[in-house]
């Protein structure tokens, strides 16, 4: 029993083995398709010995005794079993790639997913090109050709046995001494993976790096053509090429000359028996047919030896690709929401800093014993140079990264004991970099919510006259193309009490009306509009178009009357509730080119009389 034992402890520490074992849990749901792939191959490999072993009665019968009534069905034989034989590896080929690339969608999806929820810093530290080789080109390394090779190989082991049968069938000399020169040859194959695995990692990477210039390029393209970093991209491009061209002949160097050792050393084993039969034939120890059938299973043996040195090599990438791939799986998030976690429903009090440090790289300060207590209501700007921490303060709250000392929380609970889909569920942060999805403009805006669980808020911002009347009706009739219910509405004005508002403030004989009462009208309309018109089809799942919003008032009344821009901004947020444009279109024309188009069309109203500098403020 501690012979068995012992050998299973040796077989189960075996490289190989160990991986397999790790992606058993994903073949177990095809396990039917996959045990069906590796049976067929026995017979594929089988088969190989019937041509071998029908030469020798072809031989001594026909060849030697000059009869061919008893051989007729040799031909008909072979044909039939090679027939056989090519459906039946038709068959292992297609099960093979079917479940080798379920293995691997089923691989990918737990990886992508695995990625989603890692922290910002892993982002901060690894570039595209790695993302892309190691969660994508590494699944597709190990699960295909972990599966394609497991087919070569175990129809390679199912056609050695059987040709090594018909060896010793003819003649157990030969065998002995051809089975010896077969272990001879596969010993090369003990050294393949520490020749290759110092420089199969590096590969990766000069490999990821590759990925990442594309990258930079489609992303930056923008600031390599306007700053003219042609050359310097290139240069950086090139000398990664010379790497990765380095990297590829150093593989060579290590592995290329397998192969070859391996043909010279099965040419010396067919030498040896080619030698060693002519004995045995002169001195009638063997038939004419025995040695005609030997030689024949002898170089359908040795054939396929020659070549298993590439192979095998692919083998141990894939084994270490597979490696890299459960290393990832088996990795856990930094960031993640306690067992105990506290569900955050709704911010009653406020948000504390309190005595908050923060460092990017350990031993570096970024934040140093930062304290602000935010209270619910209250609209807090970070004003300060580039660099300064503003970001990575604001960036701590959603816990993108966490704190290094001190405490953050919301209504007195540390955010780090909060549940953290909950947190951030109740956090809308506005990056400085913009992003699109794959997708159209409505996919992008409706991002993460239900389809139609809440509408779509687009104003139109632009001077009078630059034809956003015009362009306001085009998106509303192409919405409505898309099967969107649309509700129109402008400022000021939407509802009666709002369009009121709008005929006072309009009005060219209020000659006499403050600047300061102008901006509180405009923000009473919006409050009404906000109210009575927005939401509530917003809440109806309507496509909002809205002509002009906050954005006029922060130019008119902030810039052209010079109440201050942030000031403005300040009442109309309290105005508006939080209701704000999920896209706004700026519509840009010369302002004395638009009121030129504007006055032509009809009688200006207040605002439009003004002079030119309260337009160019």
């Given amino acids: 029993m501690n012979i068995f034992k012992k050998l299973s402890d040796k077989i189960n520490s075996l490289y190989a083995v160990q991986n397999y074992r790790k992606i058993l849990p994903y073949v177990r749901p095809y396990w039917i398709r996959a045990l069906l792939a590796v049976l067929i191959t026995i017979p594929i490999g089988s088969m190989d010995a019937v041509i071998a072993w029908s030469l020798k009665p072809y031989m001594d019968v026909v060849m030697v005794e000059k009869s061919t009534s008893s051989t007729a069905y040799i031909p008909i034989l072979i044909i039939l079993f090679s027939l056989l034989q090519s459906l039946l590896n038709y068959a292992a080929t297609y099960m093979n790639t079917w479940v080798g690339r ?21 982002f901060d530290k690894t570039n595209s090109g790695d993302v892309l080789f190691r969660f994508n080109n590494d699944v597709d390394l190990a699960c295909n050709g972990l599966l394609s090779n497991l087919k070569l190989f175990t129809t390679r082991v199912f056609s050695s046995l059987s040709l090594i049968a018909v060896l010793f069938y003819n003649s157990w000399q030969l065998a002995i001494v ?47 053509t306007s700053y003219n970093l042609y050359q310097y991209q290139g240069q950086r491009f090139r000398e990664t090429l010379r790497s990765v061209f380095k990297l590829g002949i150093k593989m060579i160097q290590r592995t290329g000359m397998m192969s070859p050792l391996m043909h010279f050393i099965v040419s010396l084993g067919i030498a040896c028996v080619i030698w060693l039969g002519s004995y045995l034939i002169v001195t009638h120890q063997i038939s004419a047919g025995n040695f005609v059938s030997f030689i024949t299973a002898l170089v359908m043996l040795y054939n396929p030896i020659k070549s298993i040195g590439n192979n095998y090599n692919n083998v141990q990438m894939a084994l270490m690709a597979m490696e890299r791939v459960f290393g990832l799986l088996e990795s856990s998030p930094r960031i993640v929401s306690k067992p105990d976690a506290k569900k955050l429903d709704k911010i009653k009090k406020g948000i504390e800093y309190k005595d908050v440090c923060f460092e990017y790289v350990k031993g570096k300060p970024v934040l140093k014993h930062i304290n602000l207590a935010v209270k619910v209501g209250q609209t807090i700007a970070l004003v300060g140079n580039s660099g300064g921490g503003k970001t990575t303060l604001v960036n701590l709250l959603p816990r993108f990264y966490d704190i290094t000392s001190g405490s953050l929380t919301i209504d007195g609970i540390d955010v780090r004991d909060l549940e953290l889909n909950s947190l ?53 009739g192409h919405l409505q193309k898309l099967g969107w219910r649309v509700t129109q509405t402008r400022e000021p004005g939407g509802d009666a009490v709002a369009e009121k508002i709008r005929e006072l403030v309009l009005d060219p004989m209020n000659k006499e009306m403050r600047n300061e009462t102008e901006a509180y009208l405009y923000a009473a309309s919006r409050a009404q509009n906000v109210r009575a018109v927005v939401r509530p089809a917003l809440l109806r799942g309507d496509a909002v178009v809205c002509d002009r919003f906050v954005d006029s008032s922060v130019a008119y009344q902030g810039a052209g009357r010079q109440l201050g821009m942030e000031e403005v901004a300040a009442l109309n947020a309290m105005a508006v509730g939080g209701t704000m444009p999920d896209i706004t279109v700026y519509l840009r024309m010369p302002a004395d080119a638009a009121l030129s188009r504007r006055l032509s069309a009809s009688e200006p109203d207040r605002l439009e009389r003004q002079k030119a500098d309260f337009f160019s403020r």
């Fill in 102 to 122: 379920k293995i691997a969608n089923d691989v990918k999806t737990d990886l992508f997913d695995k990625l989603m929820t890692y922290d910002a810093a892993y």
């Fill in 424 to 476: 951030r569920d109740k956090i809308a942060v506005v990056f400085q970099d913009n992003f699109l999805f794959d997708g159209s403009i409505r996919e992008n805006i409706l991002l993460g919510d239900a389809p139609r669980a809440r509408g779509v808020f687009i104003s139109m911002e632009g001077v009078d006259g630059c034809g956003k009347t015009t362009q306001r009706a085009a998106l509303t």
């Fill in 178 to 224: 051809a089975v010896i020169v077969l272990f001879g040859a596969l010993y090369p194959l003990t050294t393949v993976r520490r020749k290759i695995k110092s420089v199969m990692d590096k590969t990766i990477f000069s490999g990821a790096a590759v990925m990442k210039y594309y990258n930079e390029t489609f992303s930056g393209n923008r600031i390599i």
